[in-house]
């Protein structure tokens, strides 16, 4: 995807984000236990803040996070979205970035990166309004599939492999099938490792369905009766578990 789409989709879900979120900033967040609507904003607020000041200087920032804003949450998520756009209005999406992902080091990873994590958390601001989940585009979807499977779980089983403990280390090199419309990735639970190929092979188990429903069950926002699952349950337990840890 360029890099002007992924800015487009990010100003779409701040905008909805902002808009639901701010109706009820004590509202409690039924996909981040713990959380109210409030803490949802500072947290986006902040995760975009720090990617600027992070492409600016060349060097994670310290201290972090900001004091929060005195005028609340729903400006400085304002304040961290303009911050954000002339960041990625400004550079050049091949432009080297510090990022905690050794094989992209580029700004572009940081206009794909935020584009994702906007549309997750404007899912949960939904969530917490009881409101209908406006839809993810289908190019988001895909790309977010590939994102949480090859640039969180397979690279972060493989970095710190100790972060995920028994789930891991008890995986025996089974794999699971994901389907998300056209799309297939076959998922390879190893000890070693978690690999992620573009392979036909249907695996011990697979999961099938619409791109945001894969998405949003991947990212632990839906329940997955929408997905289709078949083959050995375990397996997708172990993957489910994996996840969690390596976006914890």
Request: aromatic share 6%.
């Amino acid at each position: 995807m360029e890099q002007h789409r992924y800015l487009h989709l990010i100003e779409l879900d701040h905008a909805r984000m902002r808009e639901t979120a701010t109706r009820d900033l004590a509202a409690p967040v039924p996909s981040c236990p713990g959380w109210t609507t409030a803490d949802l904003l500072k947290h986006v607020g902040d995760t975009f803040l720090h990617k600027v000041e992070t492409m600016r200087r060349g060097t994670w920032p310290k201290p972090w996070p900001p004091e929060p804003d005195p005028n609340g949450p729903g400006a400085y998520l304002d304040r961290a979205m303009a911050g954000l756009r002339g960041e990625l209005t400004s550079r050049k999406p091949e432009e080297q970035a510090l990022t905690w992902y050794d094989p992209d080091q580029t700004v572009g990873f940081w206009a794909r990166r935020m584009a994702l994590e906007t549309a997750v958390h404007r899912v949960d601001a939904e969530l917490a309004a009881g409101e209908p989940i406006t839809p993810i585009p289908t190019d988001l979807a895909v790309d977010g599939i590939d994102e949480i499977l090859v640039t969180f779980l397979a690279f972060a089983s493989r970095q710190w492999p100790e972060d995920f403990g028994a789930a891991l280390a008890g995986a025996d090199g089974r794999a699971v099938s994901i389907a998300a419309g056209a799309d297939r990735l076959l998922v390879r639970l190893a000890a070693s490792g978690v690999e992620v190929s573009r392979d036909d092979d249907p695996g011990e188990a697979s999961i099938s369905g619409a791109p945001q429903d894969v998405l949003l069950w991947l990212w632990r926002r839906a329940d997955g009766a929408a997905l289709t699952f078949d083959g050995d349950p375990e397996l997708v337990k172990r993957l489910g578990d994996l996840l969690k840890e390596a976006t914890r």
